[in-house]
Structures are given as C-alpha cells and as structure tokens.
C-alpha cells in the first residue's frame, strides 16, 4: 500500500522530503524516462546555443529555435514529471510497471495541455520582473505569480474543469498558504543552484585552461577542435541539468498541490483514480 500519496496532509519538510523520496526510489526509472523523453531536447539546445555568438547578437533564426525548443521541453518535463507521480500515486507508490511506450501515449496530449498553460503563464510571469524597477514591489510581484505554477498539476491532475476555473483555483490555492509556497520555492531554488554548480565548476575550469592555452597555442587546430567539443558537451550537460532541476520543482509544486488541496478542499484519492483514466 502507498503510504506516501498525492493527496495527503503534509507539512512543509514533508512536502520537500516526497520530492527526494520519490526520486530516490525510483531513481534508474525516473532518470530513464528524463533522458528519454529530454536528452533530446538538450542536445538541439545544445547545438543551437554552440552556434549562437553573443558578440553578435541579433533576432535570428538561431535565437528563435532555441526558444521555442527551451519552451516544448519545459512543457514535456512538466508533463512527464505529473504523469509519473499520477503513476506511482495510483500503482501502489512505484514505477517498476511504468514503461517508456506507456507514457509516449499520453505525454504529446499532456504536453499540449501544459505548452498551453506555460504561454499563458509566461506573460505573467514577465510582467511581475519589469516591476523589478523598484526592488522591494518587483520582489512582491514575482511571489505574487508563484501559484500560476500550480496551473499544470490542477490540469493534468483534474481535466475535468475549464482552464479559468483552474487558474482561479491555483491562485487560490496558492494564495492560502502563501508562505509555503514561498518556502518551498526558495528550497528548491537552492537545490537548482547546488546541482547547477556541478556544471558551472567545470566549465569555469574549462574557461580557465581556454585561456592559458590560446595564449600559448594559438594556432594549435587539435586544441581548437578538442575545446570545441568539450564546450559542446558541457552545453548539453547544462542543458540536460536545467531540466532536471526543472523537473524536480515540478515535482514540488505537484505534492505541494496534493496537499494543500487535501488541507483546504478534503479531495481524495479514489475521485481522482478516474481522471488519471482520462489521460490515457
């Protein structure tokens, strides 16, 4: 029997503990499916961003690839990462049975679903940052926006409804327990930065040799083709490492949800073992 369900009363360690415990069980099949489903996406990020030169930096076709790439796969990690808890939830809190050909079938609906949700929420989102002019009202803003990322668990989780009443409800939810919502989103957003460190620190190391080596070999063309490939792995691990951290958020906001919605709406879970039906 589950003993760690979506819809449960949790408190705030609770909350951030499911999302360490889920991954930590289920690590091979969850890092599988991220891989997957994402490794993709990162790999065309990747060569986009190799090909993209700062110094020059105009509105080309380049910019607006990597854009409308970076979105579809927000959009497929969030997708993926409800899906999965939806799965453990609803299967005796495991994935072992959870295949790649089960969750091809209802992520490209699931995607679209959440690709919806992230253009509407994205404008918000920017707004809130351009009051950033005064500090303290900018820093108000951006925790003002935070329920709309309650949007996509609301409406994977519980299809059933219109996309406004679902925005309201995540406002709402949200906004009940604000502080907590804070809470968990700063946690999170340290995790991101710890494991966004294990990247940046060999790519500094990277920068550093760059350096020493163009000035001794400059005209060395084995150092040149070596460096570019190292900098195009490391564009794709980065790549690869924001989606996972961007994974993991989702899949706190997605307990966070289960158990605000149990504390302040009383759902449970065998009405919602129907709408995961409706996925498939």
């Avoid at 490209?108 to 404008?123: D, M, N, R, W």
């Avoid at 957003?189 to 080596?213: E, K, Q, R, W």
């Avoid at 993991?248 to 709406?265: D, H, K, P, Q, R």
Wanted: glycine share 4%.
């Amino acid at each position: 029997m589950n003993n760690n369900r979506l819809y449960r009363n949790r408190t705030l360690t609770d909350n951030v503990n499911m999302v360490f415990d889920f991954v930590g069980e289920n690590w091979r099949k969850w890092f599988k499916m991220m891989a997957y489903f994402l490794l993709p996406f990162s790999v065309l990020l990747g060569t986009t961003l190799a090909k993209f030169d700062t110094e020059t930096f105009t509105f080309n076709i380049t910019l607006v690839g990597s854009f409308i790439l970076f979105f579809v796969g927000c959009a497929v990690v969030t997708a993926l990462e409800i899906l999965l808890v939806r799965w453990y939830d609803t299967h005796d809190g495991t994935l072992d049975e959870c295949s790649v050909a089960t969750v091809w079938r209802m992520l490209p609906k699931a995607t679209l679903k959440c690709l919806v949700s992230i253009v509407i929420g994205t404008p918000l989102i920017v707004v809130s940052l351009l009051f950033n002019i005064i500090p303290i009202i900018g820093l108000l803003a951006v925790f003002a926006m935070l329920p709309v990322f309650l949007v996509c668990p609301i409406m994977l989780l519980e299809p059933k409804d219109s996309l406004w009443n679902k925005a309201k409800r995540a406002f709402s939810l949200g906004h009940k327990k604000w502080g907590r919502l804070i809470l968990i989103t700063l946690i999170m957003g340290v995790v991101a930065i710890l494991i966004n460190n294990a990247i940046t620190f060999p790519l500094a190391i990277y920068t550093a040799l760059d350096s020493t080596f163009q000035i001794s070999t400059t005209d060395s063309v084995f150092w040149s083709f070596l460096g570019d490939v190292f900098e195009y792995i490391l564009s794709v691990a980065q790549c690869f490492m924001i989606f996972i951290e961007m994974g993991l958020f989702v899949l706190a906001m997605t307990y966070y949800y289960g158990s605000v919605a149990t504390e302040v709406e009383d759902i449970g879970l065998e009405s919602d073992i129907d709408n995961f039906a409706n996925l498939k």
